[in-house]
């Protein structure tokens, strides 16, 4: 299965409550965070939810 490297590129103070959780489930907690998560239908929804927020590469 399918890596993604998803970066915080910006500041979520400002947004919404529904994105800061979104950031924190998927484990950013700063800009400049990187993680790897499984290319899950479950992670796919919660990038589209914070696309604004983060940067998104696969990983072979």
Do not use: P
Not at 11 to 19: C, D, K, P, V, Y
Not at 34 to 43: A, F, G, L, P, W
């Amino acid at each position: 299965m399918a890596q993604l490297a998803i970066t915080q590129i910006k500041s979520g103070i400002s947004e919404l409550r529904n994105h800061r959780e979104t950031l924190r489930t998927l484990g950013l907690k700063r800009i400049g965070d990187s993680v790897i998560k499984e290319d899950t239908r479950q992670v796919q929804g919660m990038v589209r939810t914070v696309a604004h927020l983060v940067r998104v590469e696969e990983v072979k």
